[in-house]
């Protein structure tokens, strides 16, 4: 993609959802690649700082479909879809609110870009689609079984995009996320997440004396250490596979789905451990009882990723991911 072709050639891209922590790096990374984009965000998660001067901002929700023929009249190459609400736990106590959001604030964007005769969908979806892991690593042929509401929501979406796609001809990319973190390395986004529940803004928190201490659920798990496994990549790394996808469609005419991580296991206890060498704060971690639903491991493979889209991660090693991460927490927070 040359960044300096005319405006009238750029591939025009609606990330909806591009406020938020994933969305902005990959509005970014459409935006550093030459596209030019709009924003479509309600702003309840995602933030007004996490805008960019060079990107459109359309201040508009999901479940208003006039909202969001409205913005899709204007013409668009392709939709990222990034805009869903993500608490794997609060999904099991809160079904209809993520029904609502996630399956018929899809189906409202799938059905206006139907209408506007909008090509290609970039769908950000989920490792919580496999449920627990019946081998490891989790390549896309593994059993597809969410054991949360959360999972079931991206499956049923996935489902759903193979159906508009045999009947109505609508591309897609599905794009499994395992654990995100990280924040570009730039220091282009400097949002915080309101209310983190993942851990490494929960150790980040702590290190920067946001909380007092933090928890680390269980250290009895058949692992390494005792505590959980994770596949973490930087969402700078997940914001390319975005933009390869969208190239990937544009290419081949053809729907495909990713598992995107880093291959590499990461415990809890390796995180915390490292993230207090890294910030020189002791961050107090306490042990306590295991978190509902959660598997002892979850390592992706993603040679599907590689050998489609060309895709590696390239900045998810665990010092980039705290780096990165421990830079904007630091600056909010206003350690020098
Ligand atoms: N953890 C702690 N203490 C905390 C927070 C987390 O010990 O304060 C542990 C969890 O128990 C787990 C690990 O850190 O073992 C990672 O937990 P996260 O909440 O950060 O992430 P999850 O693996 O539970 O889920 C994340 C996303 C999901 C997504 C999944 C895919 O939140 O949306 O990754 O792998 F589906």
Partial sequence: MEKARETSEK???LVIGGAG????HVTREFLDQGYAVTVFDNLSLGLRRNLFPDADFVHGDIMQAMQLRE???????????LAALKAAGESMTR??????????????ILNE??????PNMIFSSSAAIFGSPRTLPIDEGHPKSP??????TKLEIEQLMGWYDRLKGLKYAAIRYFNAAGYDVAGRVQGLEVNPQNLLPVVMETAAGMRKGMKIFGSDYPTRDGTCIRDYVHVSDLAR????????????????????GSETGVSVLEMVQRAREITGKPIPAEVTERRAGDPAEL?????KAKEVLGWEASCSDLDTLINSTWQVYRKNSGIS
């Fill in 241 to 260: 596979a975005h933009v390869s996808a969208f190239e990937y469609l544009g290419r081949h005419k053809e729907s495909i789905a990713v598992n995107l």
């Fill in 95 to 108: 079904p209809d609110a993520y029904a609502s959001v996630n399956l018929s604030g899809t189906i409202n």
């Fill in 299 to 303: 390592v992706a493979s993603s040679g």
């Fill in 71 to 81: 913005v899709m009249t204007e013409g668009y190459d392709g939709c990222v879809h």
């Fill in 147 to 152: 054991e949360n509401f959360y999972g079931y």
């Fill in 21 to 24: 922590y994933i969305g902005s």
């Fill in 11 to 13: 591939s025009r891209i």
């Fill in 113 to 118: 870009m139907l209408a506007a005769g909008i």
